[in-house]
């Protein structure tokens, strides 16, 4: 018998098994031992070379995936870049008393690009403003008494929550009706 303690792949003939095969080799001939133990060789180099691919499969994949996630997301940091440089002007520009309102139709403008940057992203916003509170979209940050409102209502949002897609990437932040 083989010592298996320091092989990582365990011989799939366990010792019983082999000790039967020993016995009926015994019976059956020189010859016939030697076809069963190049057999059970053959399957032994097989087992370890498939064990050998399927590591080697299970790394690449993994490798692949981080190459992807990563890509991904210096795709949309690129997006975000030119946005970044629109605000730093906007700062170093002079927002005096008749720059004022210039100053804000360029921040809605930023505010538009980001919007549609996170549109074409399949980003959405939770729609809370309204809507019958719901644990799984919302986070409760305070409760109030409101006279014609049901209860449980949102009535007034704090922060907007977002979904990509399915996913809530964070929930809306808001204020609910207490009947």
Excluded: C, W
């Excluded at 399927?54 to 690449?60: A, E, P, T, V």
């Amino acid at each position: 018998m083989t010592d298996h303690r320091n092989n990582p792949v365990h011989d799939p003939l366990d010792e019983t098994a082999a000790a039967a095969l020993d016995a009926q080799a015994g019976e059956a001939g020189g010859d016939e031992l030697a076809q069963l133990q190049r057999e059970r060789d053959e399957m032994k180099d097989l087992l370890l070379r498939k064990s050998a691919e399927f590591d080697n499969y299970r790394k690449r994949t993994e490798r692949d995936r981080h190459a992807m996630a990563d890509s991904i997301a210096a795709g949309v940091l690129e997006d975000l870049l030119p946005l970044v440089d629109d605000l730093e002007r906007a700062l170093r520009a002079d927002a005096g008393s008749e720059g004022a309102e210039s100053y804000r139709r360029g921040v809605e403008l930023i505010l538009k690009q980001l919007e549609e940057l996170l549109r074409k992203r399949g980003v959405t916003a939770v729609q809370a403003l309204g809507a019958q509170f719901d644990p799984n979209y919302h986070q409760a940050v305070s409760h109030e008494p409101a006279e014609g409102r049901p209860d449980g209502e949102v009535i007034e949002e704090f922060r907007r929550g977002y979904m990509l897609g399915d996913r809530l990437l964070r929930p809306s932040m808001v204020k609910v009706a207490k009947g």
